[in-house]
């Protein structure tokens, strides 16, 4: 053979090998997120199986420990090269940091054909938007504000039926402790103690105190009587907990309630996973429903997975992720396993359970009344920065002598410095 021709027989093959690897790259989403084992991947299957199907592989990039410093510090270098990778999990306000950098992709002529701005709560919208465009696709809401009940316990203590106000909920606690039981199952970590006092606002002052001093971080109601009041709520709490709390992992305190040793605890729903496992079924073995005074509203986060900007070549497969997310289908499938609900509210209710139905039906009409509010403690009603100071005053009273006056005080400023 010539030297000429074997030169361009070889930049033939060349590039005919570059457009194969371009086509092969056109046709795989590479997707950065922490479900990486048990029920949560397994579910995620589903998703790749759809996009399988379509001819789309599915390529993980694994996350160490979450969504942690690690792996925004590798997303942050792909970002910068311009290899940013197809999609990313994400929760919050860290959403709206990355599009406030031009990073994110815009998906407004997916999300107007297929309606979301119909089927998406407006409160996850806050999220899933930026600058009035859509940039994610919300894979779920958790709500914050449950309680999760052995339903023996309360049974053998004399709770005959779920507290529906504050008063009740200590006649309640009253009951089991008198029983011998512990009364509520707490683990002493600043997130599970601002979880509480999440719930503890809005039962004290309603969602609209809530709005004004979690959510617009309203001067005067941070520092207002009716947040002594909350103080002192979450002191009253702190008299129901066992002596072993500090320290201990949410789900071992579910652990609590499920083998019969607790009455109470007030966690999000990915609690639910714990009595599911364990065998339980809802309202034979254990009852879920909203802490007492906080009927009627819902305390969120949400998981979202944010497009971030890739080649136009990429952009096809990128946009059949984000259908394939939104799906039906994929919404009831992913969430009947992580015990969240869908992130839309007109997904078909059949394969969920009996707290799965009344956590839809709820938040669809807390959606509709204007009570479905982001978290305080997971990171859906105010910035980190503003997040983790409040953790550190509502942890530092909760497990301290500090007087409900001087935590007010110290509330006012610490969100004042935060901001």
């Known amino acids: 053979m010539k030297l000429t021709t074997l030169k361009t027989t ?63 510090t590798v997303l942050r270098a792909r970002v910068q090269a311009k290899n940013a990778p197809t999609a990313v999990q994400m929760l919050g306000f860290d959403i709206q940091d990355w599009a406030k950098e031009d990073a994110t992709a815009n998906l407004d002529s997916l999300a107007t054909e297929e309606g979301w701005d119909k089927v998406v709560p407006e409160a996850l919208q806050k999220f899933s938007k930026y600058d009035g465009h859509w940039i994610a696709a919300p894979v779920n809401v958790h709500s914050t504000n449950w309680v999760w009940a052995n339903k023996k316990v309360l049974e053998d203590s004399g709770v005959t039926e779920p507290p529906k106000d504050w008063d009740g909920f200590i006649a309640a606690l ?182 799965g139905k009344k956590g839809m039906q709820e938040l669809a009409e807390a959606s509709k009344a204007g009570t479905l509010m982001g978290s305080m403690a997971h990171g859906h009603a105010a910035p980190a920065s503003v997040k983790n100071a409040v953790y550190d005053v509502v942890t530092k009273h909760f497990n301290g002598n500090v007087p409900s006056e001087d935590a007010v005080k110290e509330l006012v400023n610490a969100v004042e410095g935060a901001k």
């Open 174 to 355: 009253d009951k089991v402790k008198a029983k011998g039981f512990i009364p509520l199952a707490h683990g002493g970590q600043p997130w599970q103690d601002a979880t509480l006092f999440d719930s503890v606002v809005i039962a004290t002052g309603g969602p609209e105190f809530y709005k004004k001093a979690m959510i617009d971080l309203d001067k005067e109601a941070l520092g207002s009587d009716t947040m002594k009041q909350v103080f002192d709520r979450m002191k009253q709490l702190r008299g129901y907990v066992d002596d072993n709390f500090s320290g201990r992992d949410w789900n071992l305190s579910s652990a609590l309630v499920i083998e019969g040793k607790a009455g109470f605890q007030i966690m999000g729903d990915w609690a639910k996973g714990e009595f599911i496992n364990a065998g339980k079924k809802p309202d034979v073995d254990f009852l879920c429903f909203r802490t007492p005074g906080t009927q009627g509203s819902v305390t969120f986060n949400s998981d979202q997975f944010v497009m971030f900007n890739v080649g136009e070549d990429r952009q096809k497969a990128q946009l059949a992720m984000a259908k394939a997310v939104m799906s039906p289908t994929f919404q009831s499938a992913f969430n009947v396993v992580k015990g969240s609900v869908p992130a839309r509210t007109d997904v078909p209710n059949d394969a969920f359970d009996d707290c």
């Open 10 to 72: 070889l930049l033939a093959a060349t590039i005919a090998l570059t457009f194969s690897s371009m086509a092969r790259a056109a046709e795989e989403v590479e997707v950065l997120h922490w479900w990486t084992a048990g029920g949560e991947a397994k579910a995620l299957g589903v998703l790749k199986e759809d996009l399988n199907k379509q001819g789309i592989t599915w390529k993980d990039m694994p996350v160490a420990g979450g969504g942690g410093t690690a792996a925004m």
